[in-house]
């Protein structure tokens, strides 16, 4: 299938040899789990072997030939993560190991600082009923351990956030703002042009999870105007251990430290320590060198594709999977009904079969979907469901595969005698 613009799935296909392979029962792979972990094209396992075989070394250590090969490395990939998403500089580029420690460190810096950012009784954090886990907990820990309260927007019932009280949500006394760009589990997304404006109204700080957006479409940080922005490797196109954070250089510079150890320091005495400026003063230790390559070079082969093109290809490939499944009987997607609102994960019930039993039967047909809350409860709580199941595409999903899908669907409901 060739797209309009010319984007060519199935070019693209040959680009990832797992699509490749067949399953028990000799089925072919029908790979539906992008939200959760997309697949990796042969140029970043090629980028990261090359690295492993021929120039591996720890960086910003070593005097030698390999030493200075290696940070060359690691720091070009941190110019090539900068570009891609159109930071205002490089040195706000923080690596971290995913998503979730980029938010654990943004929420334990905030508990260690002083002055006006520090976080004190009678403060405010807010977030919303659609996020993943990990932009609740690390929030619901600082707001324990400072006095603060945290507060969260609800969600309509076709899977939006609720904005009708936002002037009374962000008020002044709400010291940060902390939402998910796109949602893993319903797949809104969510307007951060009016969240923004009305948290810096008040002076409230802004972070931002785009562990969904950044796969998906083109982002420009410059444009955005949030403060701090986490995304993780692993679903887009990269590999596993590696995250980002993206921060406001002032911000990043009146924060403290969030580990103590090698390379984030400028000097250090028995008595007192000074520390390196951003990004340094945020990787201690050795940092994940060869995942950080791996991590440039998806940027690089996303860059290739055409973010403008993925994003046009995701849009119309779950336009299409909305309109074959609305054709089921007794299924039901969770979350916003239109394409044109939502990213490309779809979640859905189906009466009378457990999401898991639905997942595992799908499996012996060759097709790889998530069941259960998908690190959203909150969200599943609020729809009345325990579970789900999810059926999430990525860049080189096909109409062929929605169509398997489908099949598969209807063929459960066969088996658990439910139609």
Same mark, same amino acid.
């Given at each position: 299938m060739t797209a309009a613009g010319g984007y060519d799935v199935e070019k693209v296909r040959e680009d990832f040899p797992i699509l490749g392979r067949t399953m028990a029962g000799g089925r072919p792979l029908v790979y539906l789990d992008s939200a959760n972990t997309s697949q990796k094209p042969t140029a970043v396992v090629d980028a990261m072997a090359e690295h492993y075989l021929r120039h591996n070394a720890n960086v910003a250590r070593a005097m030698h030939q390999l030493g200075a090969e290696a940070t060359m490395a690691f720091e070009g990939a941190r110019d090539t993560i900068a570009a891609f998403v159109n930071a205002p500089s490089r040195d706000e580029i923080v690596f971290t190991k995913n998503a979730s420690e980029a938010l654990n460190l943004v929420a334990n810096t905030f508990r260690n600082a002083e002055g006006d950012l520090a976080i004190r009784p009678g403060d405010e954090i807010v977030t919303t009923e659609l996020e993943h886990h990990s932009n609740i907990v690390p929030w619901q820990l600082l707001a324990q351990r400072t006095g603060a309260t945290l507060r969260w927007f609800g969600?309509?019932?076709?899977?939006?956030?609720?904005?009708?009280?936002?002037?009374?949500?962000?008020?002044?006394?709400?010291?940060?703002?902390?939402?998910?760009?796109?949602?893993?589990?319903?797949?809104?997304?969510?307007?951060?042009?009016?969240?923004?404006?009305?948290?810096?109204?008040?002076?409230?700080?802004?972070?931002?999870?785009?562990?969904? +957006?950044?796969?998906?479409?083109? $982002?420009?940080?410059?444009? /955005? #105007? !949030?403060?701090?922005?986490?995304? *993780?490797?692993?679903?887009?196109?990269?590999?596993?251990?590696?995250?980002?954070?993206?921060?406001?250089?002032?911000?990043?510079?009146?924060?403290?430290?969030?580990?103590?150890?090698?390379?984030?320091?400028?000097?250090?005495?028995?008595?007192?320590?000074?520390?390196?400026?951003?990004?340094?003063?945020?990787? +201690?230790?050795?940092?994940?060198? $060869?995942?950080?390559?791996? /991590? #440039? !070079?998806?940027?690089?082969?996303? *860059?290739g594709l055409g973010m403008d093109a993925v994003a046009a290809h995701e849009r119309e490939i779950t336009a299409y999977a909305l309109k074959r499944m609305g054709e089921i009987d007794g299924l039901t997607v969770v979350g916003p009904a239109e394409a044109i609102e939502r990213g490309g994960a779809v979640s859905f019930t189906l009466d009378g079969v457990h999401p898991h039993d639905i997942s595992q039967l799908l499996d012996s047909y060759g097709i790889a979907v998530r069941a259960g809350h998908h690190c959203a409860r909150p969200a599943h709580q609020r729809f009345g469901v325990q579970a789900t199941t999810r059926a999430s595409f990525y860049l080189y999903t096909t109409h062929a595969e929605i169509d398997a899908l489908v099949e598969g669907i209807v063929n459960t409901q066969k088996y658990f005698k439910v139609v």
């Open positions: 969600l309509t019932d076709e899977g939006r956030l609720d904005l009708s009280t936002i002037d009374e949500l962000i008020n002044e006394r709400t010291r940060i703002v902390t939402v998910a760009w796109v949602s893993n589990m319903l797949g809104t997304v969510n307007p951060l042009d009016v969240i923004i404006a009305r948290a810096h109204a008040v002076g409230a700080i802004v972070v931002v999870d785009a562990s969904q +957006a950044v796969p998906q479409m083109p $982002v420009d940080l410059t444009a /955005l #105007g !949030a403060d701090v922005v986490v995304f *993780t490797g692993h679903k887009m196109v990269g590999p596993t251990g590696i995250g980002v954070l993206w921060g406001r250089r002032s911000l990043l510079e009146e924060l403290p430290p969030f580990l103590g150890g090698g390379e984030m320091i400028e000097t250090v005495t028995m008595e007192r320590s000074t520390y390196a400026p951003p990004p340094a003063k945020f990787e +201690a230790g050795t940092p994940p060198i $060869v995942q950080a390559i791996g /991590l #440039g !070079a998806a940027a690089d082969y996303l *860059t």
